[in-house]
């Protein structure tokens, strides 16, 4: 090889060296943007909480929306980088009151009087989820009309309690075992008596839903009574044997989270160290903030558990 031969060659590789990087750099954002779909929700930055609490219902110790998020939110201002605000008996009456907000908790009476299908609730909750906010919905809060906010519901949060399709039994589930996800990190098994739902109207295939508190309940459970209508249903009976779920985790084809959680009728629960866990831990997920290892850490006395219930009068 001649002289100009080797200068023409090493001119080539330089070029080539000095072209290199500068389309590595081009090209490196683009991809980095397709994979983050909500870049402002890193899950490292501060996070902001919402629960709604819903108006007082069913008798004493018994749906204390109020209550209940405010044990939540005493849990959760002890993690750092979470700030959480409870509004309370039902949808927020203050203007900007979902400004910041990383995930939203609708813990209330569903059903045709839900909150999201009040006045232009809908659109709100639409809107929040198209921007990335996270939505959870806990007990009766999972339940909305087949043909008024289901489709909805299908697609924020992965599956809806259907009347007359789902059951709402008092039974007691045994959840021993749990996937492994952000959600489960630190849960330990637990077992107590409430009003479960199961046999949730789900996307087709499950896609994108991960069935967190999963139980079978036994044959009597199945043949009833169950609290409302008393049943039983034929489509619950012939599943006999089967697994159900009562809590479950919802990926959305946008990056977007949401999740459901059927029990929460009885107060006294939150004394369950893991409920708690599994909800706070659900919580911080759909805010897309770091779930510790061992999960969200909590303590909750039973004199803590007595305060803010609704004035219901004595149980009969």
Known sequence: MNTSSVASHLLRFGLLILIWPLTFSIQAPAQSRAAAPFPNRSSSASKKIILIAGHPSHGPGEHEFRAGCLLLKKC???VPGI???????????VPNAFDGADAVLIYADGGAGHPVLQDKHREVIGDLVKRGVGLGCAHYGVE???TNGGPEFLEWIG????HLYSVNPMWTPEFKKFPDH???RGVKPFSNRDEWYFNMRFRDDMKGITPILVAT???KVRDGPYVYPGGPYDNIQKNKGRPETMMWAYERPDGGRGFGFTGGHTHANWGYENQRKVVLNALLWIARARVPPEGVQSTVTPE???QNLDPKGRKK
């Open 304 to 306: 803590e558990l007595k």
């Open 159 to 162: 599956g809806y309690y259907e």
């Open 144 to 146: 909305i009309p087949s």
């Open 83 to 93: 700030t959480s605000v409870v509004y309370s008996n039902g949808w927020p009456d």
């Open 182 to 184: 952000p959600i489960t």
């Open 76 to 78: 959760l201002d002890q």
């Open 217 to 219: 309940p036994s044959d």
